[in-house]
């Protein structure tokens, strides 16, 4: 498997995939919804979003608004109660496992076999371990990376284009900051001179 800087750890890469079946392409900057192939073709679901089949439950609708919502709070535009609301219209149980230096953790999982209660089971588990925070919507294109870095600043989905998924809209930032900089430095001379 390809691994690159995007990706989110376990069983959060596929939640951030299924975000990104909602983006805003450079190429175009027209948004564009793949949520309507992927739930009328199933291997292409297969193929993305492999981790959990859809359901019958699981409907164009329900996904588009459950993506919505993981979105809001990704962008931190949710303060909590879409969370709360998703997580209690679903089956999760909790159990203590170990955790990283022998510490009891805790593990989510869903009775509920539909693709909306599994994927609400991995934000759950996210949040436990606090990877939910390092899922980020890019500043500029809302695309959904995940923040590997140590700090946990990043703010755009990707420094250079090229990669996978390569985007560029840190360097558009950084070019546009640079300009900004470079405008600014010469207007007190322009307005002294
Ligand atoms: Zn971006």
Redesign the pocket.
Known sequence: MQTHSQAAPGALEFVRRFLNTWSIP?QTRVEVDELPLFVSDADKWREELWLHPRAESDTLERLSELRSDLRKSCEGLDDHQLLNAWLARVALSVKVVPAEGGAPGLYVTSADTSYVASTLASVANAISSGTWSRLKT??????A?YDNTRNGSKR???MTKGGVEG????TIAKVAAFRARAAAKKSPMSEGG
Do not use: E, K, L, P
Not at 138 to 143: A, E, G, P, S, V
């Open positions: 450079n890019c500043d500029d294109c809302r695309w990376f755009w989905c990707g985007r560029a809209c840190g």
